[in-house]
């Protein structure tokens, strides 16, 4: 993507705790999204920072830090079902969304 | 079932051939487009249509033609396919273009579309 870096591949445990990281482009931001997407689905919307801190949505959280163009998806209590891709996306200032690679999440039991 | 639907799921093609892929959403957004996720994963969006109206067109081959008969419709047209045509297709809506939490993407299952 342009500019936007995130890990290709995790494995973590069930029951774990993982965190997916991303560094974005700090010029001209609009936002940043999270979205999941298992094998040969749609990309599904987990969340939307725009200002800096902490989202809690059930077992997802997402942080933006806009000075440091950081951004990380935290996934508690991991289930064998949150095995997929994370993506994510920043929107710049002509409120284009721009994708990251995704991180592959492998669930291993 | 409220959704993005588009149809066909799988497409196999021969090179030069011209072929369509249909996409409607009955969210009720005004917003439609047409994403390109490649062999690495990267989504990257074709066109944007807004009440029918083409709002972002990247650079794209002009074989690649888009149409929205209503802003519930945006299909793809494909002329002269190319090998390096094959990926997986997304089309995707939202309320408007201004995006953030209330108006989100919602994609479509995608058309993964093979050219040999």
Request: proline share 4%.
């Amino acid at each position: 993507g342009q500019n936007i870096d995130q890990p290709t591949e995790m494995t973590a445990t069930e029951g774990a705790i993982v965190q997916i990281n991303c560094t974005y482009q700090t010029s001209g931001f609009n936002g940043l999204f999270w979205y999941q997407q298992h094998a040969g689905e749609a990309p599904t919307f987990l969340s939307y920072n725009v200002l800096d801190g902490l989202e809690e949505k059930g077992r997802f959280s997402s942080f933006l830090s806009r000075s440091k163009g950081y951004s990380y998806l935290l996934l508690k209590e991991l289930q064998m079902k949150d095995s997929a891709s994370y993506l994510c996306a920043r929107l710049d200032s002509n409120y284009q969304l721009i994708w990251g690679a995704g991180t592959k999440l492998i669930i291993k039991p | 079932d409220t959704a993005v639907s588009q149809t066909p799921k799988y497409l196999v093609t021969q090179m030069g051939n011209d072929k369509s892929i249909k996409c409607e959403q009955n969210l009720g957004h005004d917003t439609m487009y047409w994403y390109k996720q490649d062999s690495k994963k990267f989504l990257k969006i074709m066109f944007s249509y807004n009440n029918k109206e083409l709002i972002i067109n990247e650079t794209v081959p002009n074989r690649f033609s888009p149409k929205s008969p209503d802003k519930a419709h945006l299909n793809l047209h494909i002329n002269s396919l190319e090998l390096g045509d094959s990926a997986v297709y997304f089309c995707a809506s939202s309320q408007d273009t201004m995006w953030g939490r209330d108006s989100p993407l919602h994609f479509g299952n995608g058309t993964r579309l093979t050219v040999t």
